[in-house]
């Protein structure tokens, strides 16, 4: 990752994090850009940028400034730029005592979701960009996953609604019951039975980025692989059709970090809240549902707390966030008077992965 930004002429730093739950998080920032104007400089405003599911913070960056990665951008424009890696994924899979690897620790470091992701590394890691710059505030911008962990940070967390100038949810992932991805769709009735099966097969890491696959994805996926079409087809059938915004050049780069590994749990919750309909926290089963919350079910998180400066941004060809469920999200937020607003991308064909892939990612 330090590699792939120095190489473009960018200063990169790294940093290591640790949460209240011994996790370790790497994070990466490159705290100015190379445009005219944008060189080192006191107190600059801070973005902390978040990936979404199965990502990583090579998201923000591996296209390149050329082609307008946010990560480029926002350091040329003059920001601080700080990208987050959740725990589990390729650049924080550690933790100060358990060994995601071990057989006798393995399920203890991997029994999270992205509710964990939310109270435990989201709050560290701001803190650390806080402590570390000597700001109070800063912007925010979360992609996917990273939307849902704001939405949970500032609902059980109230405290860190005052630490966000603004906020940024980009393709915002709080109620699904209307995704059209045919991957969710799939699995979200079988939901109940795969949790069972894969907590008995000790399946508990989800799409681990390996030397394996990174290879495969970058061979396969070249300009003049002959199935370099089913790579982008099996992105689509994930986020929404949009070849014309997809610049398939840079498939081989985004595949060689990408999927860049998870808990199952993840997976499981987000089936969970496909098939419930709720944005509401784990789903144990009635009865250990009754030890844990006190319910048989597991309760909705308030997005009546959230007071921080939040923007949604949408579109109509995302198979994830569909405008329905973003509405319903909206309606909820709409009554905190500091809420920004939902904005529509213009472009009908925008799908869930433009945000970071599109050829014309201003739209």
């Not at 990466?28 to 599911?53: C, D, E, T």
């Not at 100038?165 to 795969?194: G, R, T, W």
């Not at 590994?261 to 419930?276: C, D, E, M, P, W």
């Not at 959230?306 to 109509?316: C, D």
């Amino acid at each position: 990752m330090t590699e792939m930004i120095s190489s473009k002429g960018y200063p990169v730093e790294s940093h290591v994090v640790e949460t209240e739950d011994g996790y370790l998080l790497t994070m990466h920032r490159i705290p100015y850009g190379v445009a005219n104007g944008s060189g080192p400089a006191p107190n600059k405003s801070v973005v902390f940028l978040q990936h979404g599911f199965l990502s990583s913070s090579a998201d923000w960056v591996v296209i390149g400034p050329d082609n307008n990665a946010l990560g480029y951008l926002l350091a040329d424009a003059g920001y601080d730029v700080w990208m987050g890696n959740a725990r589990g994924n390729t650049w924080s899979r550690k933790h100060i005592t358990l060994d995601p690897d071990n057989p006798l620790t393995r399920q203890k470091f991997w029994n999270f979701s992205w509710h964990e992701i939310a109270i435990y590394d989201i709050p560290a890691m701001i803190d650390f960009i806080l402590n570390t710059t000597g700001l109070t505030k800063l912007h925010y911008a979360g992609h996917s996953q990273g939307t849902t962990v704001l939405f949970i940070l500032c609902s059980l967390k109230p405290e860190y609604n005052e630490k966000f100038i603004s906020a940024h949810a980009l393709a915002p992932v709080a109620y699904m019951s209307h995704v059209k991805s045919p991957f969710f769709q799939a699995f979200a009735p079988i939901n109940f039975p795969l949790s069972t099966l894969t907590t008995l097969l000790g399946v508990d890491e989800f799409a681990p980025s390996t030397t394996a696959f990174q290879l495969g994805g970058y061979a396969a996926c070249q300009d003049e692989s002959p199935v370099q079409g089913l790579c982008s087809n099996i992105l689509f059938l994930m986020s929404g059709f949009d070849p014309p915004q997809l610049n398939q050049t840079i498939l081989p780069a985004f595949l060689a970090n990408y999927p860049a590994g998870s808990a199952t749990k993840q997976f499981i919750h987000y089936l969970q809240l496909v098939n419930s309909g709720r944005f509401c926290q784990y789903d144990y089963g009635a009865v250990q549902n009754l030890l844990k919350y006190g319910s048989s079910t597991p309760p909705d998180y308030y997005l009546g707390q959230i007071t921080a400066p939040i923007a949604l941004h949408y579109s109509a060809n995302d198979w994830l966030s569909a405008i329905v469920d973003v509405m319903q999200l909206e309606s909820e937020l709409s009554n905190n008077t500091n809420f920004i607003g939902a904005f529509h991308v213009p472009y009908e064909d925008f799908n869930h992965m433009d945000y970071l892939l599109a050829i014309d990612v201003k739209l």
